[in-house]
């Protein structure tokens, strides 16, 4: 079996040393930062498969370190926090988060979520693409090969969930999608019920490549079912 390398970032030396030992006997290499960053700097220099982070860590914030490793990555990063409301989780999820565990936690469903978050970025690069490698619709350019997005010529930036909803419905253009069949394809994972994590990616994405995100042009709404790209 491969060995995966996992980023670590918690200050709670406690909580750090107990995942990376666990993760070890689990067959991942686990590589430990304990500040913003010291996380920043290890990433920039190393390649990771996956990261685990703490929000409540000094120097620089843990929402800080995602947007950096954002600009460069979408290596899967699962959020550890005691932060647990809604707005935390939202904002989160919204900056590009795959996974959100609150605290505290058990080592066990932290290992079910990274294998989950690793089993699903194995699923997107195994698949081929049968479709085209550019689409386009109205301003909307999308490249399928180098994972960018163009908007009257200008670089739309998303993260790796908005990108795979925007590829998902542009590529299936008139198809409307409940919210668990987005999530079942994007995230490649079973349902829970919680519409909340599609609910912001979508909101984020309009805002992104819509000119009114209240009165969308692309990313349709259908009333009591879910989405849709319209075709025109």
Request: aromatic letters at 8%; charged letters at 30%; proline letters at 3%.
């Amino acid at each position: 079996m491969d060995q995966y390398r996992i980023l670590l970032v918690e200050d709670d030396t406690e909580i750090s040393d107990m995942l990376r030992n666990y993760l070890a006997t689990e067959n991942y290499e686990v590589v430990c930062a304990y500040d913003g960053q010291e996380a920043c700097d290890v990433f920039d220099k190393e390649a990771f498969d996956l990261v685990l982070l703490d929000l409540m860590i000094p120097k620089l914030s843990g929402m800080g370190v995602m947007e950096h490793i954002r600009r460069e990555s979408y290596v899967p990063i699962i959020i550890l926090s005691a932060k647990d409301s809604e707005s935390d989780k939202t904002l989160g999820l919204g900056l590009g988060a795959d996974d959100y565990i609150t605290k505290p936690f058990s080592v066990v469903e932290v290992l079910a979520r990274i294998k989950a978050a690793l089993r699903r970025t194995m699923h997107y690069d195994s698949v081929p693409s049968e479709s085209p490698a550019v689409l386009q619709a109205g301003d909307i350019v999308m490249n399928l090969a180098d994972y960018t997005v163009m908007k009257r010529g200008e670089t739309v930036d998303l993260t790796a969930k908005e990108f795979e909803i925007l590829k998902l419905l542009m590529q299936n253009p008139k198809k409307v999608y409940t919210k668990e069949q987005i999530y079942a394809q994007v995230w490649n994972d079973a349902w829970l019920g919680d519409e909340n994590a599609v609910n912001v990616h979508i909101s984020r994405l309009r805002n992104k490549i819509e000119e009114d995100s209240r009165n969308p042009r692309y990313v349709l709404t259908v009333w009591g079912i879910g989405y849709k790209f319209a075709d025109r």
